[in-house]
């Protein structure tokens, strides 16, 4: 069993490789299918149309070069752990991305907190009080939390605080000490949370009606188990593999897509400076982040595979 | 008798206060919210006002425009490194006396050589270069730069111009040490001014500390200056509301966002000012059917100003030729000669005109001219070009949108890739010089629509050299209604756009005539 275990391992770690492989290929062909590179965007902004400045510009920057030899530059350079320099900062591209990354950690990681607080027992109680007002009031606050955007819930949270407080809840300076940064995050991954937790809601409410229905749970009632253990060791721990799936997918996604409330909440995250990189066609940040971005999420899923295995024992035995 | 007493002590008490709250107080930081990260905080190498915003705090110029003096002229040109200025009898040499005792932000003594420096990169003689010279063109004139000594520096010219001197007053021209590169002048800038580089983060924030050694003594009056990059204007505002930061990023609060802003904060001080930014049409003149110039000439007739200013700027913009119009701008025509340019009259009487000139051309309404009308894919762009294809179809064009990806505007323009288009000119300064050589003059980089009048040019050389102001602008307003009745770019409109900051800011003006040269803010002070 367990040599059957290892090799599940060592062919989804490969297949993560892979798929690593495969993403800065496309990362790296995509970004230079875009119209337009730093020196189009930099004499742009100026309103200059000097042929010759702009090559000499790109030049300079090594873009005149083949695109599979600026491909090997970047790979050799990612191997050795040299990520290049911005084009717009003309820092270090690792200085750049660095800082960054556990802003928007903390924030993914609350709102993550936040959807797995809310969404998995108030998904239980949703299901188990299946067709009462309970359930009727969860459902349409979790459908409301699927279909508010999240720039207008987010400018309506602003929009609040200032009128009933007088201040605002934004990121202006880096927040000092354990409290004042969890309250700094903690309104935007609310916000952000407010929607994860509603998808991980109506996950696990249907996930376990489901389960309730199967032969194994009438066996348990059927010897007189009680209803907590029903519900909780019988039912939800099988109920959790598709909801435990959507949080890994919801983590992954955290890292990467949260431009707008990044935006909204004027926070220096990632998905921001990912985008800014994109509006300069900074390519050492875009392709560097976007491969940050996709470790994180290929490595997520790794472990959910993981806990598959250890959550299904089917995955463990399948050949 | 005693009541009379409590009455002058109160006012005695009064006046103290008043005299007090008047008197100018150090210390505190200013906050502004910055409406996006700027591509660099070296001011020679871009063409933005968001790099001069935060950036002119940290350096000075030979000379500059009042910074209290709403409108920029050339009467309100102070000395800033340079004590005086004197031009020799031929007008060809102006020599400037510098300061001494002035430093850079990192100790060493600013000389004569820096500006021998300054002129070099600017004019690509140095040998370490811009990555990107915008204002290069604006110094051919200048021959040489010689020095005589550390404290005095002279710059010949080729001919007379005495607008240079209002080239060397602007935001733009601040002067750079020797001994920094221009990569290093990117991203950790060194300079002489009131504020002190402390850091720039991408998508953060620009801090500038006080330069205890500014020349200037007992000022800045403020400890620092912090930009907070707010990119998301609704967010920035309610920030302002909040007090979240004292002041909005200058000219950036539309008329809408300002009243909304007043009524949120009544006691919020906000001003609307032309910005000397204007919306013109380009048309490809190399092209048929547009290289006849009768129908440029029917286009620019069936344009509604009034229209385009109360739909895109609910009013507060101001229909003009080149140059920025009178009461603001310096140089514009005067209501009474604008209004003798064709297209700036009775709209209805030129639409019939210009329907005329199209049946003439073959055009009608079941025949109409078909065209696209390109333009970045920015809203600013977008909205005006969008009134100006409904504007067009009154003279038989069916024309349609085609936005363009912003990086691939002035690409597009340069390839001749474009039949008609409509772009946005912005002006550091209001000055005949710089709008002529920069937009109209022949082979000009920034001659996009490649006009070239060999006569009008001349007319441009001979306005360049007059002394005399008000000869001087006579001449200048002849050559603005030329280049109109020529449709070399017809002017839309002159954008006006509002700065709004808290009561407790003091000494703030804001410029009139240009968004780019008022920020040096070494006087400013917080009353709270």
Known sequence: ?319 | MIAKLIANVALAVAVSTIAQADEPKHGGILHIYHRETPPSLSIHEEATFSVNVPAMGLFNNLVIYDQHKPQNSMSDIVPELATSWAWDSANTVLTFKLREGVTWHDGKPFTAKDVKCTFDLLQDKAQDKFRKNPRRDLFNNVSEVTTNGDFEVALHLKRPQPSLLAMIASGYTPMYPCHVTPAQMRTHPIGTGPYKFVEFKQNESIKLARNENYWKKGLPYLDGIEYTIISNRATAVLAFVAGKVDMTFPTEMTSALMQDIKQQDPTAICEIKPINVNTNLIVNRENPPFDNIELRKAMALALDRKAFIDIIFQGQADAGGTLLPPPEGVWGMPPEILKTVPGYGDVNKDREQARAIMVKLGYGPNNPLKIKVSTRNLATYRDPAVVLIDQLKTIYIDAELDPVESSQWFAKIARNDYSVGLNLTGNGIDDPDQAFYENYACGSERNYTHYCNKELEALFDKQSVETDVEKRKKMVWDIDKKLQEDVARPILMHARSGTCWKPYVKNMTIMNNSAYNGYRYDDLWLDN
């Open chain 1, 1 to 319: 069993m367990e040599a059957r275990l290892g090799i599940y391992l060592v062919r989804r770690f490969f297949l993560m490789v892979l798929t690593l492989f495969g993403i800065s290929v496309l990362v790296f062909v995509m970004l230079r299918l875009v119209p337009g590179n730093i020196a189009d965007i930099v004499f742009n902004a100026a309103g200059m149309i000097d042929v010759a400045e702009k090559a000499k510009l790109e030049k300079e920057l090594g873009l005149d070069q083949p695109i599979v030899v600026q491909y090997a530059q970047w790979i050799s350079g990612l191997a050795h752990g040299d990520l290049g320099y911005s084009y717009v900062s003309e820092k270090p591209a690792l200085q750049e991305i660095a800082p960054r990354i556990p802003i928007t950690a903390k924030l993914a990681g609350l709102a993550l907190t936040f959807a797995v607080i809310f969404g998995v027992p108030l998904g239980v109680i949703s299901a188990v009080r299946q067709n009462t007002a309970l359930d009727y009031v969860l459902r349409v606050i979790s459908l409301s939390g699927l279909s508010m955007p999240a720039f207008w819930l987010g400018l309506l949270i602003l929009m609040g605080f200032v009128a009933y407080f007088g201040t605002i809840p934004i990121y202006t300076n880096p927040p000092k000490g354990f409290w004042n940064t969890f309250l700094l995050f903690s309104i935007p991954a609310a916000a952000v949370g407010f929607r994860s937790s509603a998808l991980v809601m109506r996950l696990t409410r249907s996930s376990m009606l489901e389960v309730l229905r199967q032969d194994y749970i009438r066996t348990a009632r059927a010897k007189g188990a009680p209803n907590q253990s029903v519900y909780y060791r019988h039912a939800l721990r099988n109920a959790m593999l598709p909801v435990v799936t959507v949080i890994g997918i919801e983590a992954a996604f955290l890292m990467g897509g949260l431009i707008v409330t990044e935006t909204v909440f004027n926070i220096p995250g990632v998905a921001r400076f990912l985008v800014e990189a994109i509006r300069w066609r900074d390519y050492p940040i875009v392709q560097n982040l976007v491969m940050f971005i996709a470790v994180v999420a290929v490595s997520i899923n790794f472990l959910i595979d993981l806990l598959y295995a250890v959550l299904d024992p089917r995955i463990r035995y399948a050949k």
